[in-house]
């Protein structure tokens, strides 16, 4: 993936503007920090968030992550193994999503960000010029 692109933001975390700067205030399985996101960009300056409650959209997202673990899961059970015990698959799918969980959560923050805030290729000069003057 090269810089410029939005999978190159959400797969490496960062700002989607600059895609240089920080989107998250710690590690992902920082349990007292999870998901949560930083006000501004170190790199340019930007704003992660655009309004009060700008990431209650992302619970959207994070659902759609959600189901697409469960059929997976479940497919993969159904697929590649004879015959699967339906607890078996409970017990793999609760797993999977509550240690998963905290990477989902900041993942759909990220994506969400992603779909309003595009990459400027200057956008870290514009923020040097703005300091100088």
Same mark, same amino acid.
């Given at each position: 993936?090269?810089? !410029?692109?939005? %999978?190159? $933001?959400?797969?490496?975390?960062?700002?989607?503007?600059?895609?240089? !700067?920080?989107? %998250?205030? $710690?590690?992902?399985?920082?349990?007292?920090?999870?998901?949560?996101?930083?006000?501004?960009c170190d790199i340019c300056g930007l704003k992660y968030s655009k309004e009060p409650g700008f990431y209650y959209g992302a619970m959207y997202v994070s659902y759609g992550l959600g189901v697409a673990l469960f059929v997976t899961i479940w497919a993969s059970c159904n697929l590649f193994f004879d015959d699967v015990n339906v607890w078996l698959q409970i017990g793999l799918v609760v797993f999977f999503s509550v240690v998963l969980s905290p990477y989902l959560f900041a993942l759909s923050k990220i994506i969400w960000a992603n779909m309003f805030i595009h990459y400027k290729v200057d956008a870290k000069i514009n923020q040097q010029k703005a300091v100088i003057h």
């Open positions: 993936m090269k810089k !410029g692109s939005k %999978l190159y $933001s959400i797969s490496h975390f960062t700002c989607p503007q600059c895609q240089e !700067g920080k989107f %998250l205030v $710690s590690n992902i399985y920082d349990l007292k920090h999870v998901g949560d996101v930083r006000e501004h």
